[in-house]
């Protein structure tokens, strides 16, 4: 069964740093997404992604927050400048019918 | 758009049933779907309400009147114990709205 690869698992980054998490979807789906889970809490819903462009955004994804799909396959979410709050574990995921999530990055910053 | 689920917390014995409580507010026709989370892993997909089908005998049906969408199991077993968590989407490639979760701990 096709999965949604995450990588890194685990990123311990200093406070103010600029971190990048990487995210390859299921091949033939069309609509990507971050979510983040802080320990704890609910899954929270950061930002959907269709056809190159931000289809939709929360209020948590501000402007330190950034998608790309620079390749046609990886699809990445860069935090510019890290705070204590962004702690937390970030699932991707992809959607064609059906959503099919990551296994996750545990993001810690110190 | 709004997901409840009235609690954090469900243990039950080995054999018994289970009832997990989902609650959601959206004025249209959403999808509803069950994820379950085994130890801080990948949230997986356990069931959603368009596909009608049993997944490791949880069934459940989306009642419109009530506006509720419960997980069913008529026997736990241990393997069950998980984080489980309700979400709805109002549309094709839409976002999901998450759940608080229910954790269910089934004891021997």
């Known amino acids: 069964e096709p999965e949604v690869t995450q990588t890194p698992s685990h990123q311990v980054t200093q406070m103010g740093q600029e971190v990048i998490l990487r995210c390859v979807p299921i091949?033939?789906?069309?609509?990507f997404y971050w979510y983040r889970q802080i320990l704890g809490q609910k899954v929270e819903f950061l930002v959907s992604f269709y056809n190159n462009e931000i289809s939709e955004k929360s209020e948590i994804f501000d402007d330190q927050f950034s998608v790309e799909r620079p390749d046609g396959s990886n699809f990445t979410l860069k935090i510019r400048s890290t705070k204590l709050e962004d702690s937390a574990m970030y699932f991707c995921?992809?959607?064609?019918?059906?959503?099919?999530f990551g296994s996750g990055t545990r993001l810690t910053v110190v | 758009q709004r997901v409840t689920q009235p609690e954090k917390l469900l243990s039950v014995f080995k054999g018994a049933p289970v009832e997990l409580k989902c609650n959601y507010s959206y004025s249209g026709s959403p999808e509803l779907f069950w994820y379950v989370q085994y130890s801080r892993q990948r949230l997986q997909l356990l069931l959603r309400?368009?596909s009608r089908e049993s997944i490791k005998g949880f069934t459940a049906d989306l009642n419109k009147g009530e506006t509720s969408f419960h997980l069913k199991k008529p026997f736990a077993q241990e393997e069950d114990s998980a984080m489980y968590y309700c979400a709805l989407s109002d549309g094709y490639g839409n976002k999901l709205v998450f759940g608080a979760g229910t954790i269910l701990r089934v004891k021997s």
């Open positions: 309400h368009i």
């Open positions: 091949s033939n789906h069309l609509y």
């Open positions: 995921a992809s959607s064609i019918r059906g959503y099919t």
